[in-house]
């Protein structure tokens, strides 16, 4: 066994750099923990000027990540750059061509490209580590490939996205209203401060999702089409209105096997006020695996920032160090199932409408109407007027429908002109 | 690396057979997430004739566990008789000389010779794993292990009995007394029909509590004197007045480095009902983890039973299949520390105390006067009369008050003729 393992850190933005502080406080304990040493040998980033938090030794600073090859044998490199494709790609690929481990918490890069990267690390016998890339601090990856490893596992739901959970919440504690939550969001660092458009409209939490499908279902990473949808349009109204019916709001990833056929979402769902999923508020995250003979297993913790990634970043490296040589998605890539996708219309939730309508006689009529003629039955139904604006809000509660009807019902009363704005639709979660 | 692993299963009750079932029709699938294969050689239990719900190989039966390794190369051995001593300490012993791997759910065997055992394994340089000696299925020794090796872990609690959580939620919910709920809870396999005390006062989970400490502070399993209190003298009132308080009771065991010295403890807790650990009910367990730089980590799921048990055991075995040679406590055994007891008279809490009085004036007083001179503050109280008994209820919420204040005002008032039982005391959890 090797007793000492050269390490390089690519990337020293505010992951890399905590990270980086992380190695170098920690060397000692590693050691301990593992029984060798590691040696940082190579640093990169875009800029070594760039104000950082932590020091770091700049004789070992390389401008080119590509250079860095040349000059030394690197046991581990950690990518910590974070695009999904560019650069990020490219240094991970050389490093694997090299037989250089890689550990990265980029979710961008492995739901796009973690097949191809899996089965050259397996070719290389190195090991593609991405703890980090699935809710932060929360050792799930690890979870699912050996604690519950021989677990049929039925699906993977949670909540994966930090900031969206974060925003929910404190629309409903301050009254707040989307927009406003979201500045403040910015000001404390939840949300990005230019755009945050891939945190809200449900494609960071996607990533995650097309990540646990892989290693709960020990199939390829799947590149399918499929139900995307963030909380951009959640209004105030929708969390007030939640709340009376004792619901919350929560944006949620889901995965499951529907007969076999893979049916992975991101969408906002209402979730039963006392249930566990919504008591998780705020920036955590939560992820809850059904599976056999297991029965239903929860993880919750703190789902982004530098300390909690590290953390992971961190197992990534004690597992390389005590020698796990591993496949990165579970099995031999030759090995990785795929799945059809399951056919979206099919489906079936109680479903949240909310309806701002002229305040007039026979409007009511026109939507149930609509709601009849598509086979969707009524299980709950609140007007509340709005008689200064000669408005009023319709919320219906629908029983279960399949998402085809409500699609085709919506379509159709899209062109109603009683109607003002596009309805809310929020599926209930079972 | 080995092709093809011989496997024994010692101890044939109810997680023994259940685990020999999961390694027969599993056996498929643990060769494509290994590569490598399993062939259980030899079984053994005290009575080959009892009746069990899996049929199993009667060829390679033994009545006599050590004659096994007499005739066997075995590189797998399950320990699961289940006993803190006697022949599973021997058999455990017998395998790791033998250069044999050994996997158990035993809390009992390790928690009280896991140190010896894990020199043991250590020095013949084979595995030791207990995954599932603690909560089940859920892979909380492994997280702590692996996921969060490099955290500063400070502090693990949690539900870790699920046959007292059981008890605890069905009187609540029932509205029934202890001793009425113990038995439904003994007909539907929760609690040992025979002997349930180790659950009931709190041993069982003391036992998980020093498997939990050494793991997350990389010491010695300690074998130090500490606070054990179970749920025997919780009454249907005591959970009653907890729900008017909007508080829940729960059996959490602790473990926490108060100033670099150990403090475990048991014992039943007043929770928020609107927290996380207070929403934890029925028979799953849930431990907390708070560690830097991840922050909060919570695993929750299902605590008992040979189907958790078995994923828990599985996970073990395939961790061992893949080739990792790991310290049975984490860290080598030279390098474990130990720390010195936490002072259990400077435990500080908010206290819950009930007092039955005789229903006359003075009472009151002679109470709080008692609370007075030992310095507990009282936050909140709250009499009941009972008329009709010539009876009255006080309750008391102190201010947090060090547990030798405590101690020694309630000594002072079991003297007190006006007061008509031994009072109760309940902790509220911070």
Redesign the interface.
Known sequence: MKKKYNIAVVGLGQIGSYLLN?LNI?KK??E??T?VKINIVAISAKNIKKKRKFKFNKKIFFSNPFEIFKKHKVDILFEAIGMSDGISKKIVEEALNNKTHVITPNKGLISKHGNSLAKLAEKNNVNLEF?ASVAG???IL??IK??????KITKVYGILNGTCNYILSEMENSNQKFTDVLIKAQKLGYAEPGNPKLDLNGFDAFAKVRILSALAFNSKISHQKCLMEGIERIELDDIKIANQLDLRIKLLGITELKNDKLFETVHPCMVGK?S?IG?VNGVMN?VITE????????????GAG???T???L??DL??IL?????KPL???FS?LKSFKPYNVNNYTNSLYLRFVVRDKPGVLSQITNSLAKFNISVKRLIQTPDKKNNKATIVIITHKTPEINCRNCLSLLKRNKNILKAPTLIRLFD
């Open positions: 992380e920690k304990i590693i301990v923990k029984g703890e601090g929360i050792p690890r979870t050996e604690g519950l490893t021989t677990n006392s566990y008591n939560a599976g056999k003979p297991v029965g239903e297993s929860v993880l919750q913790g703190e530098p300390g909690p590290s953390s992971s961190l197992s004690l597992s005590r020698g796990n040589i591993k579970g099995v031999s090995n």
